[in-house]
């Protein structure tokens, strides 16, 4: 058996049901059996064996009360996974979806992205199975209060900043914030997607859209390629689907659908920026369904999700680029075969782990330019520790500089994953570039640190 095969029998037996995590770390073995075969020194030390069990799991009751004063309980979490380069750093997802198996896989997942950003950031995540759909501000805010009242012992600017993901957004880090100031009696940048009247960054809702077209861009430039004509299949329409729609048209592309988990729209007229307009009023103001799009723009099509289906029919309509950016394996092996006949070539995941195992390796064979979560939603999470940064400092930055410097991330990324595929063996394939180039650094600063 190789060494793949056998620390993923140990893993599965270690932690049992939790298909995303397994998932997640098969991935990320397959490139670090290329790095222990030519380095014995991290095979022997068992770094990545180390990695792949968290520094802490901290599991909590969330009560708390709706408006009709009915009481519900929730679960919370916070995975705190690794901090050999720097606090433990990473989002809080509220969504029923929500286990322990699938914050594994995000924390796991979070520790390569944030060492790969340059900053120094260790890998975090958190959240709970609440849903905030359907429910009143009042409502939201009291779980968010009830959430903090334990997570608030854990954190802090130095130990652990988490920040938003899917369900947590901006009015949810206002009311975890606030809880976390009441209960601390200080006012410190704990959590990163602040408001900008109390410590945010310009650019941090804009920067995993942004940073997933920049390093779609750059992708392109190893082809003398750019954006300008392309089509462009975009899923979700939340945070990071529409800022990639946004980045999309200012380069020039055309972005042709949206979605959300109840069905997608295609316009093939484009998604210009007055009709992104009408989409964040809808799914950011009046927190309604993307169906509601084509009562608007009577062109567009609206296609319901069909459960018995084993594919995504968003994936099968021609277009060059596909930004996936709703959730996690959104395309599997038919979606991504059906892709690549369309015409895809470029795919820069918004979205952590949208691509099963097998949609994965059809994208490798095919040799497209397949840019993985990992290095392609770096910059959400690069802007949140440049937010840490503003927040110590206590000095904004501008617009233009955050962009710039987002800017710089995300090439300087595509330029680690280009150079350390090479170096191992497999130039273009930005999975082991990736991988890899996240794993040195998170492991060398290990060896520095000793057994702990
Ligand atoms: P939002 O909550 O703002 O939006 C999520 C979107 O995806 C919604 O349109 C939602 O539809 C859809 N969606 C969520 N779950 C499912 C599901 N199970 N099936 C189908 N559609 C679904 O989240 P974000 O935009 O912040 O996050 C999107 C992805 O990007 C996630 O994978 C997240 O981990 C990743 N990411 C986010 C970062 C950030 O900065 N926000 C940073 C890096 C990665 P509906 O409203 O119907 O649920």
Known sequence: MG???????V?????????????????????????????????????????????RVLMFRVPWMDDQGEIHVNRGFRIEMNSAIGPYKGGLRFHPSVNLGILKFLAFEQVFKNSLTSLPMGGGKGGSDFDPKGKSDNEVMRFCQSFMNELFRH???????????????????????????KLRNEFTGVLTGKGLNWGGSLIRPEATGYGAVYLAAEMLTTRNETLEGKICLVSGSGNVAQYTVEKILELGGKPVTLS????????????????????????????????????????AVYTPVDASLDYSPLWNNKAQCAF???????????????????GVYVVSEGANMPTTIEGVKQFLEAGILYGPGKAANAGG?????LEMSQNSMRLPWTREEVDERLHIIMKNIHKTCVEVAERFGTPGNYVNGANIG?????ADSMLDQGLV
């Open 3 to 9: 060494y793949v095969d056998e620390l993923m029998e």
């Open 11 to 55: 893993v599965k037996a270690k932690n049992p049901s939790e298909i995303e995590f397994h998932q997640a770390v098969e991935e990320v073995a397959e490139s670090v059996a290329l790095v222990y075969d030519r380095h014995p020194e991290y095979r022997n030390a068992k770094v990545f064996e180390r990695i792949i069990e968290p520094e």
């Open 155 to 181: 954190i802090g600017p130095n130990t652990d900043v988490p920040a938003g993901d899917i369900g947590v957004g901006g009015r949810e880090i206002g009311f975890l914030f606030g809880q976390y100031k």
């Open 260 to 299: 959300d988990s109840s069905g997608y729209v295609y316009d093939e007229e484009g998604i210009d920026r007055d009709k992104l307009k009408f989409v964040m009023d809808l799914k950011n103001v009046r927190r309604g369904r993307i169906k509601e799009y084509v009562d608007q723009y009577k062109n």
């Open 324 to 342: 996936p950016s709703a959730t996690q394996n959104e395309i599997n092996e038919k979606d991504a075969k059906n892709l690549l006949n369309n």
């Open 381 to 385: 999470v690069a802007v949140s520790g």
């Open 438 to 442: 996240g794993f040195l650094k998170v």
